[in-house]
């Protein structure tokens, strides 16, 4: 279903969601593989969402080591194969990513600046920016609720996955709930931490 929500906010009709990836710290890389250790240079697994404009997640994938990149763990998960074979998405409509993902009929991203844009290509990046924000926030509220995925001490990848995945559940029930995200925010040192996180959800930076 489209969303009139983020039709006004970008003036782009059609939108149903929008897609981004999050890095799950690891306290160890599972069996010590050095394909865990992401750019940042700590260990991590991928989780890659989809929201909707309620912050709802309306898809999630887990498992992937934090060194892969985006546009490969778009690849694998059943959302890219029903999109692309399946027709998942209905005739135009689509989700939202940022530039690390590619292009097709139901995913679209920013125009590419190589310093030449034209005014309304420039339109279209602000327009979706505009509501790329919305992951973001969903990003900052999942982990500002459950403070295990700052950092998880299991190796086991299948245990890290059922973590991941539950607290992803959870979070939906607490959006549904109309929960109050600071009621389970009680000290200073925690309401900083959830200012990071969701700042750096906002500004596409892996956390």
């Known amino acids: 279903m489209t969303s009139l929500k983020f039709q006004n906010r970008s003036g782009l009709p059609g939108v149903v969601g929008i897609i ?3 890095h799950i710290r690891l306290v160890n890389p599972p069996g010590g593989e050095r394909d865990y250790i992401n750019r940042k240079g700590y260990p991590s ?3 890659q969402l989809v929201v909707d404009d309620y912050m709802l997640i309306t ?3 887990v ?3 934090g060194s892969t990149h985006d546009a490969r763990v778009l690849k694998n998960p059943p959302l890219y194969h029903e999109a692309e074979n399946d027709n998942k998405f209905s005739q135009n409509t689509f989700i939202l990513g940022d530039g ?4 097709r009929g139901w995913l679209q991203t920013p125009i590419r600046d190589n310093g ?3 005014p309304q290509q420039k339109r279209f990046n602000k327009s979706l920016s505009s509501v790329r924000q919305t992951v973001g926030r969903a990003i900052g509220h ?3 609720r459950f403070r295990r995925l700052r950092e998880i001490y299991c190796t086991d990848v299948e245990k890290i996955c059922n973590i991941i995945m539950t607290a992803s559940v959870l979070h939906n029930l607490c959006i549904l709930a109309d929960d109050d995200i600071l009621l389970f925010i009680e000290y200073e040192e925690d309401i900083n931490n959830f200012q990071n996180i969701f700042q750096n959800a906002e500004n596409g930076l892996a956390t």
Request: proline share 9%; hydrophobic share 35%.
């Open 20 to 22: 981004d990836g999050t």
């Open 45 to 47: 697994v991928q989780l």
């Open 59 to 61: 898809d999630a994938y």
């Open 63 to 65: 498992g992937w080591p």
């Open 100 to 103: 690390a993902y590619p292009v």
């Open 116 to 118: 030449d844009l034209s």
């Open 142 to 144: 999942l982990k500002g």
